[in-house]
């Protein structure tokens, strides 16, 4: 176990100096980090029985890292980090577009991870991916793009320049944006995660659906103000630095609600 778990870790590192991906490193341990501050007495001693003494943003970009293995071993993982869903008239029409949706995504996904590690059948090992999987998953259903649009693949085809650089819109909602505030994640997550009791309540109430559905209208948001060809700068991170800082909040505040009632 200990060998499997070091070529893990190996491979997450080469990784994580040739790829971008969803809220980049520090969006996504930004969000593990504020879920690990809300977790219940009965929460933290289950994750410390699978996850040692290692904290949940030491693993919240695993599922990322993976992506660079070459033995086809995660293939059928790729599809689970987003939903892509055109524009609905509501969220009852939303919701039937969502249940609907063919093959693994991100929203069925989440729902089995979550059998699994209540399932008792579950092996150790198992119950630890399925943790680690979800720990991410719940990140990108914060991130906006992740419940975008099929046509434009989530607006990676949608191009843009980021202060004078070619990217897309895609890859300025996964990093661009946190990274240019320059905080640790630690920071980060000391500085967003100031919500009173009743806030958090109110933030972390509703379903699943509710919490994609959320997601949603921002992505219909961020697409109606950045059309293909947009040149973004300082004028973007003012128009959109608080939805940005909202999702990372809010994202970590649903992993937490989402575990409690796991565990």
Do not use: C
Not at 160 to 185: A, E, P, R
């Amino acid at each position: 176990m200990k060998s499997i778990y070091s070529k893990i870790l190996l491979l997450a590192f080469v990784a994580s100096s040739v790829y971008s991906y969803a809220w980049g490193l520090t969006g996504h341990r930004v969000i593990a980090e504020i879920a690990e501050n809300h977790l219940s007495g009965k929460a933290k001693r289950e994750m410390k029985k699978m996850l040692g003494q290692e904290r949940m943003a030491y693993w919240a970009n695993w599922p990322d890292f993976i992506k660079s293995d070459t033995t086809g071993a995660w293939k059928q993982a790729s599809a689970w980090h987003y939903v892509n869903i055109d524009p609905q008239t509501d969220f009852t029409a939303f919701e039937k577009d969502l249940k609907a949706q063919a093959g693994a995504n991100l929203y069925s996904q989440i729902k089995v991870l979550s059998s699994q590690i209540k399932d008792v059948k579950t092996s150790e090992k198992d119950r630890k991916i399925a943790l680690i999987f979800l720990i991410h998953m719940m990140g990108d259903l914060a991130q906006p793009m992740h419940t975008g649009r099929s046509g434009d693949l989530g607006g990676n085809k949608i191009n843009v320049t980021y202060f004078g650089d070619k990217t897309n819109l895609h890859s300025v909602w996964d990093g661009k944006l946190v990274d240019s505030q320059k905080y640790s994640y630690t920071e980060y997550a000391k500085l967003l995660d100031i919500k009173s009791k009743d806030e958090v309540k109110q933030i972390q109430s509703g379903t699943l659906e509710n919490w994609l559905y959320d997601s949603h209208q921002i992505a219909n948001k961020i697409y109606a103000q950045t059309p293909d060809g947009s040149k973004l700068s300082y004028d973007y991170q003012y128009k959109f630095n608080d939805t940005m800082e909202r999702q990372l909040l809010y994202g970590g505040l649903r992993l937490a609600k989402l575990l409690n009632d796991l565990f």
